[in-house]
């Protein structure tokens, strides 16, 4: 079993000043490897339709609405599901001085959503868009393990990959950014990646309400 997490937004709380309204972290899990292997070859495949360089990475943010309705298209044919959690940063909403940490928010937004999709996993792999430093990467993966890891094993390692050499982990952003959109009212067309999705779609968690 392979996961895939990133994230859209920012887990800054200063929102006068540029941060965005929601922070999302997605979840993206492929049972089989052999499903993820072929999701891969047909992301990369997607790129040279497109005449893109190899080394060219899918970010939802930053594409054209061309260029996410043909990636979207090109992977929900394959076996994957996914869990999101969103927060809202409505400071009316979210207070307590661990939100302040950028990297304990963080951090406990992935709690949240492996938390919501433990029951899913079984001796996964997890792989993480590579983020931090050293030493928040080995708090992290400590945190995770022993959030999840309390009465099964449900993972069995975590890895931290750049996005940019990882098509799944692009997979994963673009899940983030679709449901992101998904509930920013001033977004034109705010449903449609989601709905290009939606037979994917398990669970996603808006907190606080």
């Not at 931090?132 to 990959?161: H, V």
């Not at 098509?167 to 998904?182: E, F, H, M, P, T």
Request: hydrophobic share 35%; charged share 30%.
């Amino acid at each position: 079993m392979l996961v895939f997490i990133d994230e859209s937004g920012d887990p800054g709380l200063k929102i006068e000043q540029g941060s965005s309204r929601y922070f999302t972290v997605s979840l993206v899990v492929f049972e089989e490897n052999d499903e993820a292997i072929a999701c891969d070859q047909r992301i990369e495949l997607l790129k040279r339709e497109l005449n893109w360089e190899a080394s060219s990475e899918f970010h939802f943010k930053n594409n054209s609405d061309r260029v996410r309705e043909a990636f979207l298209g090109a992977v929900v044919p394959y076996s994957f599901f996914y869990y999101c959690i969103v927060i809202n940063k409505d400071p009316k909403k979210l207070w307590g001085d661990g939100f302040k940490d950028k990297m304990s928010f963080y951090k406990y937004a992935c709690s949240l959503v492996f938390e919501n999709a433990k029951d899913k996993l079984d001796c996964a792999t997890i792989v993480i868009d590579k983020s931090g430093n050293l030493d928040f990467r080995r708090q992290l993966e400590k945190y995770l393990k022993t959030k999840a890891n309390s009465n099964t094993r449900r993972i069995k390692k975590i890895k931290m990959q750049e996005s940019q050499k990882n098509n799944l982990l692009q997979l994963a952003d673009y899940v983030a950014g679709a449901i992101n959109r998904s509930i920013n009212d001033n977004k034109k067309h705010k449903d449609k990646y989601r709905k290009m999705i939606g037979k994917r779609e398990i669970y996603v968690q808006i907190w606080p309400k």
